[in-house]
């Protein structure tokens, strides 16, 4: 989800309006999603090297996920989604921490639709402690290197309950993955559009998908 911050430039605002501009495209996005019959969608939020912004505008990011969480949580609830959280978010703060875990909890038998978002996230990092389990399980003997095939790693990534990503978009015109589900995306369809975040909308999405209906998708055959 990148342009939030280009669109407030664009109109000589701050970057925290962007941001805010950027959760209600959040917002519309999940509902619209939702209405689809998407069965499952993953939002890129936060990535682990987002840290490396400005304190502050770190800080309003934080601001706008508190809010995001208790403003909407209900509306998971009543429209069936189910929240789930990819990435290290438990280095968060407590209190968003504890906000998440509740949430998640409260919509665990949701089942119309799970929305899952990256939240610290960064897919090297996934595949680096996928890694690092399967590597605690040849260990303790519960299997032999020699028998680690790719359900063993695609079982040890945070998406391990999510089904095959069909579909990544990029959005802002930027034609790179940026450590995004890059085990997941291995055979996905890419769409890319210049379309700033904030103003990414239904038309915007039906445009994603009538891109990805046209396609023919092989996964390597001919």
């Known amino acids: 989800m990148d342009g939030n911050g280009r669109w407030a430039k664009r109109r000589h605002l701050p970057r925290a309006l962007g941001?805010?501009?950027?959760?209600?495209?959040?917002?519309?996005?999940?509902?619209?999603?939702?209405?689809?019959?998407?069965?499952?969608?993953?939002?890129?939020?936060?990535?682990?090297?987002?840290?490396n912004r400005p304190q502050e505008e770190v800080s309003d990011l934080m601001g706008l996920l508190r809010q995001y969480i208790q403003s909407d949580i209900e509306e998971f609830v009543e429209n069936g989604v189910r929240l789930k959280v990819i990435g290290n978010y438990k280095a968060l703060d407590p209190d968003i921490v504890a906000m998440i875990d509740n949430?998640?909890?409260?919509?665990?038998?949701?089942?119309?639709?799970?929305?899952?978002?990256?939240?610290?996230?960064?897919?090297?990092?996934?595949?680096?402690?996928?890694?690092?389990?399967?590597a605690g399980s040849v260990a303790a003997?519960?299997?032999?290197?020699?028998?680690?095939?790719?359900?063993?790693?695609?079982?040890?990534?945070?998406?391990?309950?999510?089904?095959?990503?069909?579909?990544l978009i990029r959005t802002s015109g930027e034609?790179?993955?940026?450590?995004?589900?890059?085990?997941?995306?291995?055979?996905?369809?890419?769409?890319?559009?210049?379309?700033?975040?904030?103003?990414?909308?239904?038309s915007e999405l039906e445009k994603a998908l009538q891109s990805f209906g046209h396609r023919e998708r092989r996964f390597g055959g001919r």
């Open 19 to 51: 941001h805010k501009k950027g959760v209600e495209a959040v917002r519309n996005i999940v509902r619209v999603a939702g209405e689809m019959g998407i069965e499952a969608m993953t939002l890129y939020a936060f990535s682990s090297e987002n840290w």
């Open 103 to 134: 949430a998640i909890a409260k919509t665990a038998a949701n089942s119309k639709m799970t929305l899952a978002v990256a939240l610290n996230y960064g897919a090297q990092d996934e595949m680096l402690r996928a890694v690092q389990h399967i």
């Open 141 to 167: 003997g519960d299997v032999k290197p020699e028998a680690i095939n790719i359900d063993h790693i695609s079982g040890a990534l945070d998406t391990s309950d999510l089904p095959p990503l069909d579909l």
């Open 175 to 202: 034609l790179r993955l940026s450590n995004f589900l890059l085990w997941q995306a291995a055979y996905s369809e890419l769409y890319f559009t210049d379309t700033l975040w904030p103003d990414f909308d239904r």
